[in-house]
């Protein structure tokens, strides 16, 4: 009886782990500046988010540089978004759009993120501006003239901001709740069970499972994610660099639950099982 409830506890437990995860990894990445930081600036060396860059600063300078002018303008933005300067703009620009991203997902809205229309916009302004100053140092002809450059990419479709946005505020005011569920009731079950070694294999499957079944909706959430952006080249390594440390807890936690199967195991065999009571025998009553 002890260990059918222990058991129940167990899996109730690995069932919340899966959220769980999610909700603390996934929220502490996205509001915390330093953490959000750390994973987006390495996008600045992304050939897909250069690329993209690159073309939405091209073509917002379509009207306002030249025709002659037009091959070094393009050569210039080439150098600059495989340069240094471009990371540094790219830091400064991710800097200032945090905030403004935790308002969005908040429903709060504002600032150089935003929904436009039908997706959600990034304003370059910052990455524009210090790309003027690269025109100028590679001599394009009238650089100090070009006027302010209205450079924006879309991102993420409208559709699935109404999607982002709930889902965001459940996992907010989850994210401390569901850990400590989580972890209570494998302890509880763990402590209450009489065959402790057969309810950490159970334990560690459990684990397994739910965080698979982490890493299959981080998929899926990533395939429909980058099919209704209008800029998946930019949008895919995004969803990747917010994710990637969730990614990595869910399998340490998976390779947790391989240990749990395996130290389970070992106990399990060498815990004695208790012998069998004898039956008893009616005798009946001679005279």
């Known amino acids: 009886m002890r260990t059918g409830l222990a058991t129940v506890l167990v899996l109730l437990g690995c069932l919340l782990a899966a959220p769980a995860v999610v909700a603390y990894v996934l929220v502490d990445e996205v509001t915390d500046r330093e953490a959000y930081l750390e994973a987006v600036t390495p996008l600045a060396d992304d050939p897909g988010v250069q690329g993209a860059v690159a073309d939405q600063i091209s073509a917002a300078l379509d009207e306002k540089v030249p025709g002659q002018a037009r091959q070094l303008v393009d050569t210039s933005i080439d150098k600059f978004v495989a340069s240094d300067q471009f990371r540094d703009a ?3 620009l991710n800097t200032e759009v945090h905030p403004q991203l935790v308002a969005l997902l908040r429903d709060e809205g504002g600032g150089s993120v935003a929904v436009e229309g039908d ?4 304003d370059l302004g910052v990455v524009a501006d210090d790309m003027k100053q690269r025109f100028v140092a590679d001599g394009v002809p009238l650089a100090n003239r070009i006027p302010a450059v209205d450079a924006k990419m879309q991102l993420v479709s409208g559709p699935a901001v109404s999607q982002l946005v709930p ?12 850990p400590i569920a989580a972890i209570a009731l494998i302890v509880l079950g763990l402590v209450a069970s009489a065959r402790r070694g057969m309810t950490l294999v159970v334990t560690g499957f459990g684990l397994v499972v739910a965080m698979l079944l982490v890493v299959l909706a981080g998929f899926l959430a990533r395939s429909q994610i980058t ?8 949008a895919g390594p ?14 340490v936690i998976c390779g947790l639950g391989g240990v749990f199967v395996i130290v389970g195991g ?7 099982r208790a012998a069998p009571e004898p039956p008893r025998r009616n005798y009946a009553y001679r005279r």
């Open 90 to 92: 790219w830091v400064r």
């Open 119 to 122: 997706a959600i916009v990034l």
């Open 167 to 178: 889902a965001f505020d459940l996992l907010e005011k989850l994210s401390v709740i569901l």
């Open 227 to 234: 099919a209704k952006s209008p800029a998946p080249e930019i």
């Open 238 to 251: 995004f969803y990747d660099a917010i994710t990637q440390r969730m990614s990595i807890v869910v399998w």
């Open 266 to 272: 070992i106990i399990a065999r060498r815990t004695p």
